[in-house]
């Protein structure tokens, strides 16, 4: 029997809006500027969500090696102080972070999570092995928390081209942090790494709308006028969890 005639017609679904790179630096910039939102604090928001996005692709009963070691490699700007405090809150949650940062930020703020990092004893690497075989032995994941939205795909510099050379060639999974490094935010890949999973923060970028990995959105605490301005349709988050799986 067809009951559609006494049902209620349901309101179509909006699919979710990815975001272009111009349109992801205007929200962070109306948070900051109009929403008065802390750049320490969005910081904090996005590595505590990225922790939880790592623990839940890859929980720890589910690693292969004895110690659930994980290496974060972190750049120079923003996405590299959300990698930071990804490794603090992983290493509460009881994983085994060690951090590669090569070229320090001079900011007090990227400073101020090094120091919180330093003093739970989070180990940093001096340098990165060439040796691939040697991290697929190490570490069960890499983080991948070097390159933002805001980087020039076109002119990746040293050490971070470097770093993605070895990044190609790692047989471990990789998971991103928004972007993963060396892609375009605004098209699909075609030759940069290949990471497992992607944490999206705050909406996905264009670049994302056809990642085949495991895709995690971070972005619950975003005022309900900005998601209606950019029409962003995000998804309805589960309980009170502050991410999703997309």
Same mark, same amino acid.
């Given at each position: 029997?067809?009951?559609?005639?006494?049902?209620?017609?349901?309101?179509?679904?909006?699919?979710?809006?990815?975001?272009?790179?111009?349109?992801?630096?205007?929200?962070?910039?109306?948070?900051?500027?109009?929403?008065?939102?802390?750049?320490?604090?969005?910081?904090?928001?996005?590595?505590?969500?990225?922790?939880?996005?790592?623990?839940?692709?890859?929980?720890?009963?589910?690693?292969?090696?004895?110690?659930?070691?994980?290496?974060?490699?972190?750049?120079?700007?923003?996405?590299?102080?959300?990698?930071?405090?990804?490794?603090?809150?992983?290493?509460?949650?009881?994983?085994?972070?060690?951090?590669?940062?090569?070229?320090?930020?001079?900011?007090?703020?990227?400073?101020?999570?090094?120091?919180?990092?330093? %003093?739970?004893?989070?180990?940093? *690497?001096?340098?990165? @092995?060439?040796?691939?075989? $040697? !991290?697929?032995?190490?570490?069960?994941?890499?983080?991948?928390?070097?390159?933002?939205?805001?980087?020039?795909?076109?002119?990746?510099?040293?050490?971070?081209?470097?770093?993605?050379?070895?990044?190609?060639?790692?047989?471990?999974?990789?998971?991103?942090?928004?972007?993963?490094?060396?892609?375009?935010?605004?098209?699909?890949?075609?030759?940069?790494?290949?990471?497992?999973?992607?944490?999206?923060?705050?909406?996905?970028?264009?670049?994302?709308?056809?990642?085949?990995?495991?895709?995690?959105?971070?972005?619950?605490?975003?005022?309900?006028?900005?998601? %209606?301005?950019?029409?962003?349709? *995000?998804?309805?988050? @589960?309980?009170?969890?502050? $991410? !999703?799986?997309?």
């Amino acid at each position: 029997m067809n009951h559609s005639s006494n049902e209620p017609q349901r309101e179509p679904i909006e699919p979710i809006r990815y975001l272009s790179k111009a349109d992801a630096a205007a929200i962070e910039t109306e948070l900051l500027k109009d929403y008065r939102f802390g750049q320490q604090q969005l910081i904090e928001i996005w590595g505590h969500a990225c922790a939880i996005a790592i623990a839940k692709a890859f929980p720890l009963g589910s690693l292969s090696k004895k110690q659930p070691t994980v290496l974060v490699v972190c750049g120079p700007e923003q996405n590299g102080s959300i990698g930071l405090v990804c490794a603090r809150h992983l290493r509460i949650f009881e994983y085994e972070p060690t951090i590669f940062y090569p070229k320090r930020s001079s900011h007090s703020l990227h400073q101020d999570f090094t120091v919180q990092c330093e %003093k739970m004893d989070i180990p940093f *690497l001096s340098y990165l @092995p060439t040796e691939v075989q $040697l !991290i697929n032995d190490a570490y069960n994941l890499v983080i991948d928390a070097m390159l933002g939205p805001e980087t020039d795909h076109t002119d990746v510099r040293e050490p971070y081209a470097g770093i993605l050379v070895t990044l190609k060639q790692i047989k471990i999974p990789i998971a991103s942090v928004d972007v993963p490094s060396g892609w375009d935010a605004d098209e699909a890949n075609t030759d940069g790494i290949s990471p497992e999973v992607l944490i999206s923060l705050t909406a996905p970028k264009k670049c994302a709308a056809s990642f085949p990995g495991k895709h995690y959105l971070a972005g619950r605490f975003l005022p309900y006028d900005i998601q %209606k301005k950019y029409e962003l349709n *995000l998804p309805e988050y @589960p309980g009170t969890d502050c $991410l !999703i799986e997309l």
